[in-house]
């Protein structure tokens, strides 16, 4: 397969999160600009954020928060643009050579931030790392990957792989520099080939970096300085945006719109959007090994009251486990809508008739989760469920999680290109991210279906079958996608916003 059909299929597959249910993608009255000149503008720019990084060390982390800061340092093979087209990054060009192997040749003019180039030794060097990370899932269909040359590398897979360009997409596998690994320096993670580099993080305040000047590519960055700082309290982002502390405000407080909104030097921009909040369980600790438990607990809960007190309706409620706008996004299966009777019956079917259990809900210390929580502990108590609320940091969460030290808990996924970021790192047997700890060999069969199958009928079938099934083993109860709300200076210009929040800043900038 040329190169030609398998960037149209997968700008398909992009495109299909701004088509699915008739909709189209919000215009941005702040998109960067057709033509490349720039105005004068202000030397920085400085976002304010709803919770702070965790990790910057790309293969340890897969978090929005992080990500959207290692897209500035960081720079991949190929590249999704907001609009879901997929484009050539470090490499120019790129062919399936037979089913089994992917060949790509890269750009010749290349560096790193430390003015090291960069070649497909390092391109090798950062596949092999990823296959002993964190992250492993990312590529897990690769078996190998051959230097041809300086310039050209070739992927061996496992199976043929319908989602392998969205792999190669993603930050977690942006190219690094195997130079800096190799010299003993403390992180070299943070020397990367993006239009900008690191410069500071200061944990809890900021975190800092600067446009390369001497940017190997055609397009550099904007702004000299991009400062990313985290506001926890939604109302500090609000009052930092209007006094000008700071120029984005990212997840204003729905509550607080209407004054945004009829501020002449604010402009609100909304959109819908693809990250999933979700309730879940730990299926491996009693007694949320029981199925049928689960499921009248997924019955027990009001989605849309969740969603007013979470974002003031500003999102869509849904049944499936994939986000929205994905590929073979299907959400017609019956499910578990709020019914109390069915709850207490299936409550009773699962030998509780009576309730009479006490459980704990750990949730992140950021917004909307507190709400969330006590919409659902409200909900729960109705069908003799008492629950107690454990609030801890992000990365406290994750890392809890993981560890299966939870019973139950509230968390999100972002997903805007890949249906297997969904399916395998969220639900498939030993995933890192699968904080479920759910294990199911026929769910794991439906996944690799769903990844390898060149048949898309047969693929799409497969698809419908994993997620009713997933619904009906109920490992977690997806709530609601949030709409991207954001708001900025009304002087801002050159954003590139995606709908699950992995915005790319690279060529934002206040005019003056």
Not at 288 to 317: H, S
Not at 394 to 407: F, P, R, S, Y
């Amino acid at each position: 397969m040329k190169k030609t059909l398998a960037m149209l299929l997968c700008i398909v597959m992009a495109l299909s999160l701004f088509t699915a249910c008739g909709e189209k993608p919000a215009e941005d009255p702040a998109a960067a600009p057709a033509d490349s000149s720039v105005p004068a503008h202000k030397k920085d720019l400085v976002i304010g954020t709803a919770v702070d990084i965790n990790n910057l060390n790309l293969q340890e982390q897969q978090d929005a928060a992080n990500n959207t800061v290692l897209k500035l340092t960081h720079e991949n093979l190929i590249r999704f643009t907001y609009e879901g087209e997929l484009v050539p990054c470090l490499a120019e060009s790129w062919e399936y050579t037979d089913d089994t192997h992917l060949k790509f040749n890269l750009v010749h003019d290349a560096h790193f931030s430390d003015g090291t180039p960069l070649t497909a030794e390092d391109v090798k060097f950062t596949f092999d790392m990823v296959k002993d990370s964190f992250v492993s899932s990312v590529l897990s269909n690769v078996v190998s990957t051959e230097v041809v040359d300086d310039y050209t590398v070739v992927l061996e897979l496992e199976k043929y792989d319908n989602e392998i360009y969205a792999s190669i997409a993603s930050v977690p596998v942006a190219i690094q520099s195997k130079a800096a690994y190799e010299s003993g320096m403390e992180e070299p993670w943070y020397i990367g080939s993006g239009r900008y580099k690191f410069d500071e993080w200061v944990e809890g305040e900021y975190c800092k970096v600067v446009k390369v000047d001497d940017y190997w590519g055609e397009d550099p960055g904007v702004a000299d300085e991009i400062y990313f700082k985290p506001y926890l309290e939604a109302s500090s982002r609000v009052i930092a945006l209007q006094t000008g502390e700071i120029d984005v405000c990212v997840d204003p407080p729905i509550n607080e719109l209407q004054y945004l909104e009829e501020d002449e030097n604010i402009t609100v921009f909304e959109r819908p959007g693809s990250r999933l909040f979700y309730f879940a369980f730990n299926v491996e600790k009693e007694p949320w090994n029981n199925q049928l438990l689960r499921q009248a607990v997924a019955c027990a809960i009001d989605r849309e009251a969740v969603l007013q007190a979470a974002v003031y309706g500003k999102g869509t409620p849904q049944t499936t486990i994939l986000n929205r706008g994905l590929w073979g996004f299907y959400d017609d299966m019956e499910g578990f809508d709020y019914d109390v009777e069915r709850a207490k019956s299936l409550m009773k079917e699962a030998g509780y008739p009576d309730g009479g259990i006490s459980t704990k809900l750990l949730i992140a210390n950021s917004s909307p989760y507190t709400n969330i929580a006590q919409v659902i502990q409200a909900n729960l108590k109705e069908i003799g469920i008492d629950v107690t609320i454990e609030t801890v940091e992000d990365a406290t969460l994750k890392t809890m999680c993981k560890n299966g030290e939870q019973e139950l808990y509230l968390w999100r996924w972002n997903e805007d290109s890949k249906v297997d970021f969904v399916y395998r790192d969220l639900f498939y047997t030993g995933s890192g991210s699968n904080y479920h700890h759910y294990s199911d060999a026929h769910a794991d069969e439906l996944v690799d279906i769903v990844a390898t199958e060149k048949d898309q009928d047969k693929r799409m079938e497969a698809g419908k079958e994993l997620q009713t099934y997933l619904v009906d083993a109920c490992p977690q109860v997806p709530l609601y996608i949030a709409n991207l709300v954001i708001a900025y200076n009304k002087d801002l210009t050159g954003t590139q916003l995606f709908p699950g929040g992995n915005h790319d800043w690279s060529h934002a900038y206040v005019a003056k």
